[in-house]
């Protein structure tokens, strides 16, 4: 019986170099909601049928970002690579704007925090629509498994 989610998500902690304690907040809370709720189907046939859950680790290498996917007991069933070029420019402008959200909370007025939220919003929005394109014909994902995806493959990307 296919049951096209994921039940375990692992980071390549080799790959994170830095991080504060915003940044990991958000890595906790986008593996918890992904977990929780979460489609993805990868499109490769298997001999034996199997259709998930799906134990998953995100690595970038090489400026990829590779997604090992594995059954329920951990026995390995693929590797999906993928540049990484378009999002480049996402992801910057989704730290910048981190940034700028985080300061908010600390020293800005309700309505402020609101404007730089909604914008935040709309990239990482716009970085799940492109993650689905990516995705096409490899693997199904609905858009907020795809929004959670995009917030891990930005924690793989911080440099300090």
Request: charged share 30%; hydrophobic share 40%.
């Given at each position: 019986?296919?049951?096209?989610?994921?039940?375990?998500?692992?980071?390549?902690?080799?790959?994170?170099i830095?991080?504060?304690?915003?940044?990991?907040?958000?890595?906790?809370?986008?593996?918890?909601?992904?977990?929780?709720?979460?489609?993805?189907?990868?499109?490769?046939?298997?001999?034996?049928?199997?259709?998930?859950?799906?134990?998953?680790?995100?690595?970038?290498?090489?400026?990829r970002?590779?997604?090992?996917?594995?059954?329920?007991?951990?026995?390995?069933?693929?590797?999906?690579?993928?540049?990484?070029?378009?999002?480049?420019?996402?992801?910057?402008?989704?730290?910048?704007?981190?940034?700028?959200?985080?300061?908010?909370?600390?020293?800005?007025t309700?309505?402020?925090?609101?404007?730089?939220?909604?914008?935040?919003?709309?990239?990482?929005?716009?970085?799940?629509?492109?993650?689905?394109?990516?995705?096409?014909?490899?693997?199904?994902?609905?858009?907020?498994?795809?929004?959670?995806?995009?917030?891990?493959?930005c924690?793989?990307?911080?440099?300090?």
């Open positions: 019986m296919a049951d096209p989610r994921i039940i375990d998500v692992e980071l390549d902690e080799r790959t994170i830095w991080r504060n304690a915003d940044v990991e907040q958000e890595r906790r809370i986008a593996i918890f909601d992904l977990i929780e709720g979460n489609h993805f189907q990868p499109h490769r046939d298997h001999e034996d049928g199997y259709a998930g859950p799906y134990r998953i680790k995100l690595r970038v290498e090489e400026g970002l590779a997604i090992d996917i594995f059954r329920d007991d951990s026995t390995p069933l693929e590797s999906l690579i993928l540049a990484l070029g378009r999002f480049r420019r996402p992801i910057r402008e989704y730290f910048a704007i981190c940034d700028s959200y985080y300061q908010a909370i600390r020293q800005s309700a309505q402020q925090i609101e404007t730089i939220d909604m914008a935040r919003r709309a990239i990482h929005n716009d970085a799940a629509e492109m993650l689905m394109e990516r995705l096409d014909g490899k693997i199904t994902v609905d858009f907020v498994t795809a929004r959670r995806l995009f917030t891990l493959i924690v793989l990307h911080i440099k300090g």
